[in-house]
């Protein structure tokens, strides 16, 4: 089956970086997003990967190893605003369905 | 439109109602997810269409439920003879072509059944 695996809840506090990793295994692999999602509102798009390596936008970064089926969202910086689920996703073949993680809750401290 | 557009934002239904639940993408976009949420988990895949072609329908739990987009623009997620356990958030989620990178989703209906 395919599974996709993150962290359930982390913490961490305003201006400290944080580092939320998603390992997956997947039948086929075409792509990995990181979406956002605060309580109560739609996902919204961060970033993708399909290549290996480190994509950085701003405050926030993605890094993918597709040998390691593995990456992570690195957010520096960090604002209250910050505060949500955080979303690993896979496109498994380049015209298929995306399967998506159970999400990271990130708790941000004063 | 600017986004997608979901209808109802929320719906209560008695055990055992039909309901219908409408997803209106972005203009001009090939492809439409529907997905399903519950309370603190990620969204898990229903279904989806490029244009009016239901390509993977494998993420719907039951035959219960049922999904159309008939002219390949505005879809419905059909679920008859609600059960409890529906009751969740269904997402609704477009992008622009085939294969396309981003999904832009709608803010979703909360179907609560009695």
């Known amino acids: 089956g395919q599974n996709i695996d993150q962290p359930t809840e982390m913490t961490a506090t305003e201006g400290a970086i944080v580092q939320i990793n998603c390992t997956y295994q997947t039948s086929g692999f075409n792509g990995l997003f990181w979406y956002q999602q605060h309580a109560g509102e739609a996902p919204t798009f961060l970033s993708y990967n399909v290549l290996d390596g480190l994509e950085e936008k701003g405050r926030f970064s993605s890094f993918l190893s597709r040998s390691k089926g593995y990456s992570y969202l690195l957010l520096k910086e960090l604002q209250m605003k910050d505060s949500a689920s955080y979303l690993c996703a896979v496109r498994m073949n380049r015209d298929d369905k995306i399967i998506f993680g159970k999400g990271t809750r990130l708790h941000i401290l004063p | 439109g600017a986004g997608v557009s979901q209808s109802p934002r929320y719906k209560v239904a008695k055990r055992g109602q039909d309901v219908a639940l409408r997803c209106d993408p972005i203009s001009g976009h090939v492809s439409l997810f529907w997905y399903q949420q519950a309370l603190g988990q990620g969204p898990e895949f229903l279904t989806y269409?490029?244009?009016?072609?239901?390509?993977?329908k494998s993420g719907l739990p039951s035959d219960r439920f049922f999904a159309e987009r008939p002219e390949g623009s505005v879809s419905t997620l059909k679920i008859q003879r609600t059960q409890q356990e529906d009751s969740a958030v269904y997402l609704c989620?477009?992008?622009?072509?085939?294969?396309?990178?981003?999904?832009?989703f709608g803010a979703g209906s909360r179907l609560t059944v009695l």
């Open positions: 269409f490029q244009n009016e072609a239901q390509l993977d």
């Open positions: 989620a477009s992008s622009p072509r085939q294969g396309g990178n981003v999904l832009t």
